[in-house]
Nanobody
Framework: QVQLVESGGGLVQPGGSLRLSCAAS????????MGWYRQAPEKQRALVAR???????NYADSVKGRFTISRDNAKNTVYLQMNSLKPEDTAVYYC?????????????WGQGTQVTVSS
């Protein structure tokens, strides 16, 4: 079955950096678009960054220039490098496997990892 396991969250001071990882299994990772979303308290889950199978990316305006999404198809892993973190980046971050033939057109989520930016 499809599994997405995030890691790398934690507490960091403003201006600091974190790298999130999402290890995927149970589907053909290399052909699948992947994304990172986040959900802050009392807010809706929102797209942070997305990477297609060909490596093209797009980002939410709020993170452009600070966050970088990447993928390692040999390791079935997608990453989110977060630099210059701000308190407003505090949220639970979720890995997403977009619906495709590889996932039998189902949308899959990881369990989430907490990122807290605070001094």
């Amino acid at each position: 079955q499809v599994q997405l396991v995030e890691s790398g969250g934690g507490l960091v001071q403003p201006g600091g950096s974190l790298r999130l990882s999402c290890a995927a299994s149970g589907f053909t990772f290399s052909v699948n678009a992947m994304g990172w979303y986040r959900q802050a308290p009392e807010k809706q889950r929102a797209l942070v960054a997305r990477i297609r199978s060909d490596g093209t990316t797009n980002y939410a305006d709020s993170v452009k220039g600070r966050f970088t999404i990447s993928r390692d198809n040999a390791k079935n892993t997608v990453y989110l490098q977060m630099n210059s973190l701000k308190p407003e980046d505090t949220a639970v971050y979720y890995c997403n496997a977009e619906p495709s033939a590889s996932t039998y057109y189902k949308n899959y989520w990881g369990q989430g990892t907490q990122v807290t930016v605070s001094s």
